[in-house]
């Protein structure tokens, strides 16, 4: 614990004295890979807004989610890309919060797309036909912090009338999204939630042999937010290179570009849990 | 004791103090072997069973780790089953094949060898029962439809409340048997009700013995290892040695007694006809060249050097003893004067012609006086008497055949066999005689010596006796007629 607060006050000691530089700007992002990957990830991004602005751009990763918050309430961090439930959970403290765009992220199909839905899904040999079907079923979701693997779901069991944690048969935490596929295919579970993407991503063969029950609204990807201290006119023009950045790359889980999406897709994820 | 019995009766001796003492020599090497060769197989054996039980202890301690772990109850308790397979991942080694998590309603919730396996109903497993109503079990059960060893312990929240189970597996299969053996000449074998495994190919175990392995009973029947040797090689090989040494030995007795047998009999055999040959000799079942022949022909042939050399000292003695006994009998048959036959020898040979005669071989005989001998002896006394008997003796002697037999009578008195002579060649040799002494002159005797001769010839059925007294009548006819005269029977 004492390495940590030490680690944490090293990295805002280090973000204060990056802040007094007026010539750079600091950018920020959660934990959701490793530091290298998130470098690679962000690094075109970067060097076009490092061109655009002029300016000296820092990329920091945050110690964990709540962290990030904290940062951007303290100002020590200009922009950041923050994930879609806890920007919803920043706009409940500080609806004034600046939005700047939606990330586009390519997925495996290469298509760039700044929203994704969570599935109800279940083998196309299954007698389970509808939601209501579920009961008594073993379900399969993928993690407790996941929008569409978790939150979502069980969302849309209880707008069909289901409570997931009394109605369902056994439930089984499967971590990663792919493997409600396989955990189905194998018969472990009879149903499971997963986002669209892998999905998508699977053979005509192998989509043949699943049955969607359930597929969620529109949820947005992570959403770029600025600093309430941030000059206005500079976030616009953040905001205006944001929109026409649009990536070389195709990689999957690449960053595509931006998009506007409605706020109230984020502020609904709140009302998930 | 025979010669033959006493040199057998050695070697034999000798020969088995060498046996007796290279059977206890192998028979030492041997026991000495087998000593070495069970001791490392007890050791083998205590590895194995320390192998077997460290698998057990792995099982055990494998298990204890993760129920030590938070998260590992965590996920358990909220079905977290990509938690529970993850951190079971990390002890899936050789010595873990199966790690299960098991809920209270005997449900799966997470297989580490399996990852998208999970949730069937293992209530009805007897390791699972057990490990839910006595906290523990260690034993040999069916795990997925495999035979494993397998160690399940209910997992308690704060050391109280069961949440669930973990089991830990090791499959017995070939490999994990292969792997208690490894290193060592020993065999395993495991049999159940469902299945027969071994390190050897349909080979029996010898001296085989059970794995002592402190196991509850399961669900599986009539369980158990057994480990032993399926040869005993080195142990084969030390007693083909032995056995071999043992015919070698022997076969090596039977040849050498066998050996020394032949030979003994060959020297004793030369020995023993030598011997023979002197006995027939003193007992006159042969003669003096008989026994000269028979040893020349002994050492002619090929004959042992020892023997060879008796043979050639009897046959020099053999010609010595015959040199001598042919000097007796001159002795004995001639006279010591005038070196002709004496009367015995003149006997004997008129008894030899008078059997040859019977045969038709005729012979005549001639009986001389010396005339007036006595006269000389008187006159000249007896050496010049001596010395015209000597001298008319040798004189007669040139006169006659070779075949023909000359001797002193007795006294001035001579006789002649003439063999194959009939009376008239008797004469003529008789004349001829007398006539070569009166004419003669005698070296030391100043006066002419004459000599009466009688001659007679055979008669059917004559005897020694009947023919010299025809001869002599003759004799004394020419005497009375005047001597220095031959005269013949009529």
């Not at chain 2, 060769?37 to 204890?64: C, P, Y």
Request: aromatic share 8%; glycine share 4%; proline share 2%.
């Amino acid at each position: 614990m004492k390495i940590k607060r030490f680690l944490s006050i090293l990295l805002l000691l280090s973000v204060a004295l990056f802040a007094t530089e007026k010539q750079k700007l600091v950018f920020a992002v959660n934990p959701y890979k490793t530091t290298a990957e998130l470098q690679t990830i962000h690094a075109e991004l970067i060097d076009y807004l490092e061109k655009a602005l002029d300016r000296e751009i820092v990329f920091v990763v945050s110690k964990d989610y709540n962290h990030l918050i904290t940062l951007m309430e303290q100002g020590s961090v200009d922009i950041a890309s923050i994930s879609p439930k806890l920007f919803a959970t920043l706009r409940l403290k500080d609806p004034a919060i600046p939005y700047l765009a939606s990330i586009k992220f390519m997925d495996e199909l290469g298509n760039a797309r700044s929203s994704y839905h969570s599935l109800i899904v279940t083998l196309s040999e299954s007698s389970t036909q509808t939601l209501s079907d579920l009961r008594g079923k073993s379900f399969g979701f993928t993690d407790v912090d996941s929008t569409s693997g978790y939150l979502y779901p069980r969302f849309m069991m209880h707008q069909n009338g289901i409570d997931p944690a009394k109605e369902l048969g056994k439930i089984y935490m499967l971590k990663k999204h792919p493997k409600i596929i396989q955990a189905l295919l194998e018969k472990s579970i009879d149903a499971g939630a997963m986002y669209d993407g892998v999905y998508h991503a699977l053979s005509k063969e192998e989509q043949d042999k699943i049955r969607i029950l359930a597929t969620s609204e529109e949820i947005p990807y992570d959403a770029m937010i600025a600093s309430k201290q941030m000059d206005k006119a500079l976030v616009l023009k953040i905001k205006e290179l944001l929109f026409a950045f649009h990536s070389t790359q195709s990689t999957p889980s690449s960053i595509a570009g931006f998009g506007d999406k409605p706020l109230f897709l984020y502020d609904r994820l709140r009302d998930l849990e | 004791m025979k010669l033959y019995n006493k040199i057998l009766f050695l070697t034999i001796m000798q020969l088995a103090v060498i046996l007796l003492f290279g059977i206890y020599q192998i028979q030492s090497l041997y026991l000495t072997q087998k000593t070495a060769f069970d001791q490392k197989n007890l050791i083998q054996s205590e590895m194995i069973q320390k192998r077997f039980e460290d698998k057990l202890e792995s099982l055990q301690k494998t298990a204890q780790i993760l129920i030590n772990s938070q998260e590992v109850m965590t996920g358990i308790i909220s079905n977290d089953t990509d938690m529970l397979y993850n951190w079971s991942r990390l002890f899936l080694s050789s010595s873990t094949d199966k790690i299960h998590f098991v809920d209270l309603q005997g449900t799966i919730i997470s297989r580490g060898e399996s990852e998208f396996h999970f949730a069937d109903d293992a209530s009805k497993r007897f390791y699972v029962q057990q490990a839910l109503q006595n906290d523990t079990f260690i034993g040999i059960d069916l795990v997925d439809g495999e035979e494993c060893l397998v160690y399940a312990k209910r997992v308690k929240q704060y050391g109280q409340k069961p949440i669930g189970i973990i089991s830990v597996a090791l499959i017995i299969d070939d490999a994990l048997l292969a792997s208690l053996v490894q290193g060592t000449t020993m065999n395993i074998t495991y049999h159940s009700e469902h299945q027969t495994l071994s390190t050897t190919k349909n080979q029996e175990l010898i001296n085989a013995s059970s794995l002592h392995v402190m196991l509850q009973a399961g669900s599986i029947k009539e369980a158990s290892f057994n480990i032993g040797l399926t040869s005993e090689e080195e142990l084969t090989a030390l007693k083909e040695a032995r056995t071999n040494f043992f015919v070698g030995i022997g076969l090596a007795l039977i040849i050498l007694v066998l050996a020394l047998h032949f030979t003994l009999l060959k020297h004793l055999r030369e020995y023993k006809a030598l011997a023979q040959v002197l006995i027939d000799f003193y007992e006159d079942r042969l003669g003096i060249k008989d026994v000269i022949a028979t040893i020349r022909q002994v050492t002619k042939e090929r004959t042992t050097p020892e023997v060879k050399k008796i043979a050639d000292a009897l046959f020099n003695m053999s010609q010595k003893v015959a040199d001598t006994q042919n000097a007796l009998e001159l002795l004995s048959s001639t006279d010591q004067l005038t070196s002709l036959s004496n009367r015995r020898k003149l006997e004997e040979c008129l008894e030899q012609k008078l059997k040859e005669s019977e045969r038709g071989n005729l012979f005549s005989v001639v009986m001389i006086d010396i005339d007036r001998f006595k006269t000389i002896n008187d006159t000249y006394g007896h050496e010049i008497g001596d010395h015209v008997l000597i001298h008319t003796a040798r004189l007669m002697r040139e006169s006659i055949r070779t075949s023909d037999m000359l001797g002193r009578w007795g006294g001035e008195e001579f006789l002649l066999i003439l063999p194959q002579t009939s009376l008239e060649g008797a004469l003529v040799i008789a004349e001829q005689m007398r006539s070569k002494i009166y004419q003669f002159t005698f070296e030391h005797y100043p006066q002419r010596v004459t000599m009466s001769l009688g001659v007679a010839t055979y008669h059917v059925g004559d005897t020694p006796n009947s023919i010299l007294r025809r001869a002599d009548n003759a004799l004394y006819r020419a005497k009375n007629s005047g001597r220095n005269r031959v005269d013949h029977e009529d």
